[in-house]
C-alpha cells in the first residue's frame, strides 16, 4: 500500500521550524535580540551625534584626524551610519546566534530527541541540512527586522549631520548592510556545523567563543604586543598576524568596512568567501561524523 504523504526535504524542514518554534524560548530570544540591537542602534546613533554636537561646539578641543578643522567636516568624516548600525547589531546578536545555532542541535543530542528525528528521517545529511537552512532563515529575520527598525532610528536621531554618512542606497552602504546579513548567516552556521560535530552544548559554545571572539583578539594582543617599536610587523609576527585575517571573524568582517585598509590580505568580498568556506568545512564535517558516529 502507498504511503499517502512522501518524506520530502521540504516536508523536514517544516518539521524543524516547527520543532524550534514550538519553544518560548526561540520567541523570547527572537524578541530580546531585536529589542536590544535597535536599542544598540539608538544608542549608538545618539553618542555619535553628541560627540558631532561637542566637535562644533568647543573645535579647539575636537580630536579630528591633522589637517582636519570642524567647519571643513563632510558626510563620512566622522563615520558611516550603516557601519554603526551592523556594528550595533553583531554586538549582542552575534553572541545571541552563536549559543541558538549550537542549541538547536545539541538539545536533541543531550535530550535523546536525536534517535526519533533519525528514525523518522534514515539519511541523517537531510536532517542537518533542514536544520542549517532553518537557522539561516530564522537569522536572517532577526537582523533584517533589527537593521529595519534601528536603521530610520538612528537616521532619525543623525538628521542633518555634518560629519557622518547618512546615506542608504550608496554601494558602500549596500556591500556593508548586506554583507552584515550575509556574515551573520555563515557565523550562524558555522557554529552550528561546530555544535553537530562536539554534540555537547557547553563544549561547543566554548569552542565557538574561542574561535569566533578570543583567537581574534589573543593574536591581536599577540602581534601588537611585540610591534610597538615597528610600523608593520615582521618576521613570525607578520606571519602570525597573516594567520589572524583569515580567522572566521576577522575575514567575515572586512566585508562591513568602509574603508578596507590598502595592505590588507583580503578585500571584502575575499573575506566573505573565506568566512564561507569555514562555514562549508564545519557542515561537511559535521554531516561526515553524524554518518560516521551512532546516536
Not at 524550534?20 to 520567541?27: A, E, G, N, V
Not at 530527541?113 to 529575520?141: D, E, N
Not at 556591500?175 to 552584515?180: A, E, N, P, S, V
Amino acid at each position: 500500500m502507498a504511503r499517502p504523504y512522501k518524506l520530502t526535504f521540504l516536508r523536514i524542514v517544516r518539521s524543524e521550524w516547527i520543532k524550534i518554534f514550538s519553544l518560548r524560548s526561540t520567541w523570547w530570544l527572537m524578541l530580546i535580540t531585536v529589542a536590544v540591537n535597535v536599542g544598540m542602534c539608538s544608542a549608538i546613533a545618539a553618542v555619535a551625534r553628541m560627540n558631532e554636537n561637542l566637535i562644533v561646539a568647543n573645535p579647539d578641543a575636537a580630536q579630528l584626524p591633522p589637517g582636519l578643522r570642524p567647519e571643513d567636516l563632510q558626510p563620512g568624516d566622522l563615520g558611516m551610519l550603516s557601519y554603526n548600525m551592523t556594528q550595533a547589531c553583531g554586538f549582542f546578536g552575534q553572541l545571541m546566534f552563536v549559543i541558538l545555532s549550537i542549541l538547536i542541535i545539541t538539545n536533541e543530542y543531550s535530550s535523546g530527541m536525536i534517535r526519533s528525528t533519525f528514525t523518522t528521517v534514515p539519511r541523517r545529511g537531510r536532517v542537518l541540512i533542514a536544520k542549517t537552512v532553518v537557522i539561516v532563515v530564522l537569522c536572517l529575520i532577526v537582523f533584517s527586522v533589527s537593521l529595519a527598525a534601528g536603521w530610520p532610528l538612528g537616521h532619525l536621531i543623525q538628521e542633518n549631520s555634518i560629519g557622518t554618512d547618512l546615506s542608504l542606497t550608496s554601494p558602500t552602504s549596500v556591500r556593508i548592510l548586506g554583507g552584515f546579513m550575509v556574515e551573520m548567516a555563515l557565523i550562524a552556521v558555522f557554529c552550528f556545523g561546530l555544535g553537530a560535530i562536539i554534540r555537547s552544548t557547553a563544549g561547543s559554545i566554548g569552542a565557538a567563543i574561542g574561535t569566533i571572539l578570543v583567537l581574534p583578539i589573543a593574536l591581536g594582543y599577540i602581534t601588537g604586543a611585540f610591534s610597538l617599536s615597528q610600523a608593520q610587523p615582521t618576521g613570525w609576527r607578520k606571519w602570525l598576524s597573516d594567520i589572524a585575517a583569515f580567522l572566521p571573524t576577522n575575514a567575515g568582517g572586512t566585508v562591513v568596512q568602509i574603508h578596507p585598509a590598502a595592505d590588507a590580505i583580503l578585500n571584502p568580498w575575499q573575506g566573505i568567501c573565506v568566512l564561507g568556506a569555514w562555514a562549508l568545512a564545519a557542515v561537511i564535517v559535521s554531516l561526515l561524523v553524524t554518518w560516521r558516529r551512532d546516536v
